[in-house]
């Protein structure tokens, strides 16, 4: 490759759960090489890696089912390529589900790669590393360590394109990176052109959440209008060889790309712009150009990059207790002091057991659960108390919830549609690690 | 005047810090934003619902800026006990701001 002149990407999912049609719209009328779908959240792989240890097969993202059968028969046809972190703790899984998909669906020769190696949990194991959030070592937290996945850089994933991969599996890269790649494969970038590779990341963070850049997430009546969000359409990029690219979507489609919404998606999730950390480039957003090149269309030019770290970030998900919960409503006349006292009555109630809780929080749902009493104003109608509390003790979780809907026969009047929940608490905390700790390779499959 | 009449804005989340974009609608309001909306300000706007540091950064290109809130999320996504636990809600009450 590296004779291309320019390339189209589509963004076929901002989350796993996201929708499925727009994808399917934009692999149909998109005239697109590419179709990327980015659908791993921070602490879903940890939850995967769960699912994995109790079932070797699984572990894949639960939507890959329902994706791959809706968009492989388009795909192949128009021969758009695919790449995606559904894989998540169980890339090989996820290639074998989807060959077999194909297969069923009478796709023949098409290409099935799946990305090896962000699983680094044995090779964190004979190292000592200190926690980001917390500052301790890694090793405080003991048994109760249930993945750790590095967050991967472009070159395996360009490997499984320069290896004639149709569709392309990971698991934990980051994010820009499945954008990245195929413009490093198709026009034969050099990954130490720094300011090439930022502007690169420039696209993958604009494109990563798909809806967001089209209008998702943005509407607010009378000062920021969208049209039929009901029928939101995803967006897509013409990217040069030079990596300036113009942003789009589909004609016909509903949602908006305008340059606000581009600069509200490019401020998406990043602390300082002038340094985005990721396993290729420490890319720079400040200098980035935003031009309106037409209805629903906008050019963007001026990313640049420093060189890279050389470290990676790791993820570790652990079991960090449960967290039990519990509402219930009050209205009318009269609500707010209702409410009040339930929670009260809570609080004596919760006294006895205190050292059981690392921590309690009460809550009124539309009064002060979002923002505290300093800024919440008004009386509202109506009231809901919020009772959710962090244990080491699953009895203690459960507590809550029943004590909250003990409120029925021993709270105060009119207290209705009470609810409790209690679920064991996967949380997650980050080491860096040296880059050739994560051994990457690439495995095949053709159907 | 309320910050929302001239400016959007939209949280996002890494572990325990949020950060909050303020982007000015048109490109000349960009300077009042800049003048109004300072870091401690956004510290003490929140003031009762986090205690961490607040970090401002300025993108004269793009007309916004872009807030960093340290410890904002009660331990985090993952741990956090609150409601709204991406803290994403914070974006509409900073459009409450008074601005002058």
């Known amino acids: 490759m590296g004779n291309e002149t320019s390339i189209r990407i589509g963004s076929g999912a901002g989350y796993s759960g996201d929708r499925v049609e727009p994808a399917i719209d934009l692999a149909q009328r998109g005239r697109l090489q590419y179709l990327v779908f980015e659908c791993l959240a921070e602490r879903t792989i940890a939850l ?252 963007v030019t001026g990313g640049n990059g420093i060189p890279k770290s050389g470290k990676l970030k790791v993820s570790v998900g652990y079991t960090d207790g449960y967290m039990g919960e519990g509402q219930i409503s009050y209205g009318g006349p009269g609500a707010e002091a209702r409410a009040r006292l339930a929670l009260k009555i809570i609080e004596k109630r919760l006294q006895a057991y205190k050292n059981e809780y690392e921590e309690i929080r009460y809550d009124l749902i539309g009064a002060n659960s979002l923002y505290g009493e300093k800024i919440s104003t008004g009386n509202p109608y109506e009231l809901r108390v919020r009772v959710a509390a962090r244990t080491s003790k699953r009895e203690a979780a459960r507590r809550i919830g029943n004590e909250v809907e003990a409120l029925y026969t021993n709270g105060p009047s009119g207290g209705g549609g009470a609810l409790k929940s209690l679920q064991e608490i996967v949380a997650i905390q980050s080491v860096l690690i040296d880059g050739q700790l994560a051994e990457t390779r690439v495995h095949y499959k053709v159907t | 005047m309320k910050l929302r009449e001239l400016a959007h804005s939209r949280t996002g989340d890494k572990g325990n810090i949020a950060n909050i974009s303020v982007i000015a609608y048109r490109a000349e309001d960009y300077p009042v934003l800049v003048k109004n909306v300072t870091a401690e300000r956004v510290k003490d706007y929140f003031s009762e619902i986090f205690e961490g540091e607040v970090v401002r950064y300025e993108l004269p290109l793009l007309g916004a800026m872009n807030f960093v809130l340290y410890d904002a999320l009660g331990g985090g996504v993952t741990r956090s006990l609150a409601l709204d636990k991406h803290g994403k809600s914070l974006s509409s009450a900073l459009l409450d701001m008074e601005i002058s």
């Open chain 1, 48 to 299: 995967a890696q769960q699912q994995k240890a109790k079932d070797p097969t699984r572990g894949y993202d639960p939507m890959l089912e329902d994706r791959m059968r809706a968009i492989l028969p388009v795909c192949h046809g128009n021969k758009t390529k695919i790449i995606t972190n559904m894989g998540a703790a169980n890339p090989l899984g996820a290639m074998e589900r989807t060959a077999a998909i194909a297969e069923e669906l009478g796709i023949k020769g098409m290409k099935i790669a799946a990305v090896m190696g962000d699983d680094v949990l044995e090779a964190l194991k004979q190292d000592t590393h200190s926690l980001l959030e917390s500052g301790q070592p890694l090793a405080s937290l003991g048994h109760t360590i249930i993945s750790a996945n590095a967050y991967l850089g472009a070159h395996p994933l360009v490997e499984a394109l320069q290896g004639g991969a149709d569709i392309v599996i990971t698991g934990r890269v980051a994010d820009p990176v499945l954008f990245t790649a195929p413009l490093i494969y198709e026009f034969g970038w050099d990954m130490d052109d720094f300011k090439l590779m930022g502007q690169g990341v420039v696209l993958g963070h604009l494109l990563e959440c798909a809806g967001h850049l089209t209008g998702g997430y943005f509407a607010d009546p009378g000062y920021k209008e969208v049209p039929d969000l009901h029928r939101l359409g995803f967006p897509m990029a013409e990217v040069s060889a030079d990596g300036s690219f113009t942003l789009s979507k589909l004609d016909g489609s509903g949602g908006v790309l305008n340059l606000a919404t581009c600069k509200e998606q490019l401020l998406y999730e990043i602390h300082d712009p002038a340094a985005y950390y990721t396993p290729d480039v420490i890319a720079d957003f400040s200098s980035v150009i935003l031009q309106e090149a037409g209805k629903d269309r906008v050019a």
